[in-house]
């Protein structure tokens, strides 16, 4: 089973080629309400952060899993009635698309209630999974690669790499309520 899940995330990022930006875990559910809403946003790289791409080198975009699970609101939490609160963190993922370390970008006087938040953000994100991030040397012409019943011919040597991303979660409530919802506004 395992082996059948590689060749499904295999042709998946190979379908995923062209793709600019990795796909957001996916919201909290409705029916985790009581748990509170989660949101996330990417908040991207600048290019001294990115891998360079060339005539010779092409990059297949990582991508999450779509059972990547949100962080749960901290049930303590909700009797505070704290307002909305956004937690960035910096999720590293190793070669083989397993979070390997989640990172804190907010200062660390941040206050007890926000480390609580980034706690939970730690231990949801440690459970992620991504396809790889490959990195194709298209100077070796076409290269197949074959898995199980699956054949993928990219256009050069695959190698994987390890990658960070960077989110901003969005934790809200209203009266101690959880509330569902997204915003629309930059998160940085």
């Given at each position: 089973?395992?082996?059948?899940?590689?060749?499904?995330?295999?042709?998946c990022a190979a379908a995923a080629a062209?793709?600019?930006?990795?796909?957001?875990?996916?919201?909290?559910?409705?029916?985790?309400?009581?748990?509170?809403?989660?949101?996330?946003?990417?908040?991207?790289?600048?290019?001294?952060?990115?891998?360079?791409?060339?005539?010779?080198?092409?990059?297949?975009?990582?991508?999450?899993?779509?059972?990547?699970?949100?962080?749960?609101?901290?049930?303590?939490?909700?009797?505070?009635?704290?307002?909305?609160?956004?937690?960035?963190?910096?999720?590293?993922?190793?070669?083989?698309?397993?979070?390997?370390?989640?990172?804190?970008?907010?200062?660390?006087?941040?206050?007890?209630?926000?480390?609580?938040?980034?706690?939970?953000?730690?231990?949801?994100?440690?459970?992620?999974?991504?396809?790889?991030?490959?990195?194709?040397?298209?100077?070796?012409?076409?290269?197949?690669v074959r898995e199980e019943q699956a054949?993928?011919?990219?256009?050069?040597?695959?190698?994987?790499?390890?990658?960070?991303?960077?989110?901003?979660?969005?934790?809200?409530?209203?009266?101690?309520?959880?509330?569902?919802?997204?915003?629309?506004?930059?998160?940085?």
């Amino acid at each position: 089973m395992k082996r059948k899940g590689f060749v499904v995330v295999l042709l998946c990022a190979a379908a995923a080629a062209c793709a600019s930006a990795p796909s957001r875990p996916p919201v909290a559910a409705a029916s985790r309400g009581v748990h509170g809403s989660v949101d996330v946003q990417d908040m991207g790289a600048d290019d001294t952060q990115r891998y360079a791409a060339s005539a010779t080198v092409k990059y297949v975009q990582a991508l999450g899993y779509p059972e990547n699970a949100m962080p749960d609101y901290p049930r303590d939490l909700l009797a505070l009635r704290l307002p909305e609160t956004r937690v960035r963190a910096r999720v590293i993922v190793d070669a083989d698309g397993h979070v390997a370390e989640v990172v804190a970008l907010d200062g660390a006087g941040a206050g007890a209630e926000h480390a609580r938040f980034f706690d939970a953000i730690r231990k949801a994100c440690l459970g992620w999974r991504y396809s790889p991030l490959l990195r194709l040397d298209l100077s070796t012409g076409p290269f197949t690669v074959r898995e199980e019943q699956a054949t993928v011919t990219y256009e050069g040597r695959p190698t994987a790499l390890p990658f960070h991303l960077d989110y901003a979660f969005r934790f809200t409530q209203r009266d101690g309520v959880p509330e569902v919802g997204t915003s629309d506004a930059p998160l940085r």
